[in-house]
Nanobody, 121 residues
Framework: QVQLVESGGGSVQAGESLQLSCAASVYIRSMAWFRQAPGKEREGVAALQTRATYYADSVKGRFTISRDSASNTLYLQMNSLKPEDTAMYYC???????????????????WGQGTQVTVSS
């Protein structure tokens, strides 16, 4: 059983930065960050499979996903935050996923409990 524990959320002003962390109990090939705002569907933000990374258009150039393989920890560095980035952020993990579907929630078997990010203008 894979366990995922997120941390690092908080409340910031627009333009500021935050780093989210997701500690996994074991190494797993594909990991991703999703977010869900109130009244909206959960959307993929960034994904990492082996060493390849993938980003939603809305965060390209502002967010960076990375992994520390030694500690099985996934990170999401979020810069230039905007109010529309406000959401609950979830860490997800799974086996090999078709790259074109890495930002779709369907392929992920394991989910964290979420961490709230609030960006005020």
């Amino acid at each position: 059983q894979v366990q995922l524990v997120e941390s690092g959320g908080g409340s910031v002003q627009a333009g500021e930065s935050l780093q989210l962390s997701c500690a996994a109990s074991v190494y797993i090939r594909s990991m991703a960050w999703f977010r869900q705002a109130p009244g909206k569907e959960r959307e993929g933000v960034a994904a990492l499979q082996t060493r390849a990374t993938y980003y939603a258009d809305s965060v390209k150039g502002r967010f960076t996903i990375s992994r520390d393989s030694a500690s099985n920890t996934l990170y999401l560095q979020m810069n230039s935050l905007k109010p529309e980035d406000t959401a609950m952020y979830y860490c997800a993990a799974g086996g090999w996923i078709l790259p074109s579907r890495l930002l779709n929630r369907d392929g992920y078997s394991y989910w964290g409990q979420g961490t709230q990010v609030t960006v005020s203008s």
